[in-house]
């Protein structure tokens, strides 16, 4: 890992990455107005596309409106709370909307790219949900537009802001953990038949579609692997292709890492988590979605003894913090702590990890 990608990651540490949010709620009242930032989506196609809500909700924001073409999604969605009372229009209706600075990019993955490519084109911040479509040269292309216009590309991998992640961060920051030589992570669940055949679409299979957001994680501590090796299996007894049982082994030159994600485990929400593992220290983040922490020391640093320990967390609630984090970036109150650079690397050894090309 090199000097340049660790600072990108260590910048977002401690309660850098979660305070701000809960001093301005404690000094709402002493604070000045600040302008909402217009903002709108377009697709619902997308895992994730209910995530609008945390925006509709947050007095940072304006939803101006959204836009989906597909007929058959736009009627499903309709009547979904979330959408309620929104307008619907064009995607051309929408980049042209008067003061409209961000757009969140949740269509089918198949147009995720084409889409965030035509908005920073309209000169908008976008937020992309994951993962960074198949195209790593476009995604380099988009990614290159927006640094040139100073525009905000944030991916939405939906650990970056958990706070757990952001105390190994601090961890990390400190030198507590010493030098990190192992890392392990695995997100996993089990899939319904349906399910499985929409994601049979894409030959990157369950690495694709959940591993991207642990290996964010795991470049994130990492930085840009020497090699990735991927292992791909069809396990499972139905006959639909899907590639569900994967690991991918990235190796480093003091180091190394696993990444794990299957269709088919039971519980499997229970048991994702992230291991890092340093001459120092360990520390364990299970499950990840509601985390709790089990942290080993070789000696006391800062009010964490020696030897094991557990930690407990405020339960977290998904996109809050990247909400509000793209926010004050779009503000010119911050820089991002996620930089294109690190962005390009995950995408690059996603790709790698899933067996598909990266120059296509």
Aim: glycine share 8%.
């Amino acid at each position: 890992m090199n000097e340049h990608q660790r600072r990108d990651f260590l910048k977002a540490v401690g309660a850098g990455a979660v305070l701000p949010n809960l001093l301005a709620a404690g000094n709402a009242d002493t604070q000045p107005a600040r302008h909402r930032i217009k903002i709108g989506q377009i697709g619902v196609g997308h895992a994730h596309a209910s995530k609008l809500s945390v925006y509709r909700a947050s007095a940072d924001y304006e939803v101006v409106g959204i836009v989906e073409p597909d007929a058959a999604l736009r009627k499903q969605a309709q009547s979904r709370e979330v959408y309620r009372g929104l307008r619907w229009m064009s995607q051309k209706q929408l980049l042209g909307t008067p003061g409209l600075q961000a757009v969140l990019v949740e269509t089918r993955v198949g147009d995720l790219l084409r889409t965030a490519e035509a908005c920073v084109n309209a000169r908008k911040h976008v937020h992309i949900d994951k993962p960074a479509g198949q195209s790593l040269p476009q995604f380099r292309r988009i990614l290159a537009a927006a640094t040139k216009q100073k525009l905000l590309v944030q991916m939405g991998y939906m650990f970056r802001y958990n706070p757990a992640v952001v105390l190994l961060r601090d961890f990390l920051r400190q030198g507590w953990l010493g030098e990190v030589f192992e890392v392990h992570a695995v997100m996993s669940k089990v899939v319904d038949p349906a399910g499985r055949r929409r994601l049979a679409d894409f030959r990157g299979g369950m690495m694709f579609e959940l591993g991207c957001h642990i290996l964010d994680l795991v470049i994130g501590v990492l930085g840009r692997p020497r090699e990735v090796t991927a292992f791909a299996q069809h396990a499972s007894r139905l006959d639909d292709q899907l590639t569900d049982n994967m690991l991918a082994v990235l190796s480093y030159p003091r180091a190394t890492a696993t990444v794990r994600s299957s269709a088919m485990e039971v519980e499997g929400v229970q048991r994702r988590h992230l291991v890092v593992c340093g001459t120092e220290g360990t520390f364990h983040i299970q499950p990840l979605d509601n985390p709790s922490a089990r942290v080993a020391l070789s000696r006391a640093r800062g009010r964490y003894k020696s030897g094991y320990q557990d930690i407990r967390f405020p339960r977290y609630h998904r996109y809050v913090d990247d909400a509000a984090d793209m926010a004050r970036i779009i503000r010119g109150e911050k820089t991002s702590d996620f930089s294109s650079a690190h962005d390009l690397t995950v995408q690059e050894a996603l790709l790698r990890s899933c067996n598909l090309p990266i120059n296509t």
